[in-house]
């Protein structure tokens, strides 16, 4: 079987788009439109439901999934055996709290990059739930994740950071209980509205531009990671309302797999 056909298969899994997938591997998308088509012919199954909100793995297709990565983990390791282990080459697939895609990571992944030219790292902000469903399924080789605490049945996860946590405001904020948090899900918004001593008003949305940008702007509070109102805060255009527990950072593989040289130097340099 022509292993890039799972590799397209990874990756439409983990996209759900045909287009977005297309762009991530450097395809038409008709190319891998044919693809997953040849893969569903050589399989006998039919991998994707084709919905108007893009595409769905079936059950067959979340079967397929798992064992695709293992495939392409075993590939890899007779590439390594073959070339005496010294070749660190191959692709990444990681995903991260969008701070940590914003502020953290892209530093750490250019560093991989100078030092081991042949590694692609694939970086996507995902919450908890969707990161250990990615490590679980197959869809993602490693995962950074922050939580107070991370139970994750199955799945290796190391503490290897803590990042700090700010309630930051505008000067001269007038709507003191009005607040601009992340979607849900977010743990360390979570766990601000679990204590808060009544019920405000809260606006959620999914990126960290749209919640700082409702702060700067005077209309309520926001929490967030410190790196991500570092710059404001410094601009004066921020303030620091109060400090917040940390959170911790963690890291998640699968004990199952074994990681490449290239897994290996990618979560080397990020933990």
Known sequence: MD??????????????????TAAELHLVQSTVTSQV?????HLGARLFDRLPSGARLTEAGRQAVEHAREVLTAEQRLRDAVRGGTAVE??????????????????????????FPGITVHLSP????????????????????????????GLRATAVGVEPIELVAAPGTVADERYFLLEEGCSYCDRFVRELPATPSITRFGSI??????????????VLPRVAVAEQLDAGTLQRVRELPDTTLFLVTDPRR????????????IS
């Open 3 to 20: 292993t890039r056909l799972l590799r397209t298969l990874l990756v439409l899994a983990r996209t759900g788009s045909f287009t977005a």
């Open 37 to 41: 088509k040849a893969l569903e012919r």
């Open 90 to 115: 191959g692709d990444v697939r990681v995903a991260a709290p969008e701070s940590m895609c914003a502020y953290r990571l892209p530093q750490r992944i250019a560093d991989v990059a100078l030092r």
């Open 126 to 153: 995902a919450g908890t739930r969707q990161a250990l469903a990615g490590v679980r399924n197959g869809t993602l080789d490693l995962a950074l994740v922050l939580e107070d605490s991370l139970v994750a049945p």
């Open 209 to 222: 531009e749209a919640v700082r940008s409702c702060a700067v702007a005077g209309l309520g509070r926001t």
């Open 258 to 269: 074994t990681p490449s040289a290239a897994v290996r130097a990618v979560t080397e340099a």
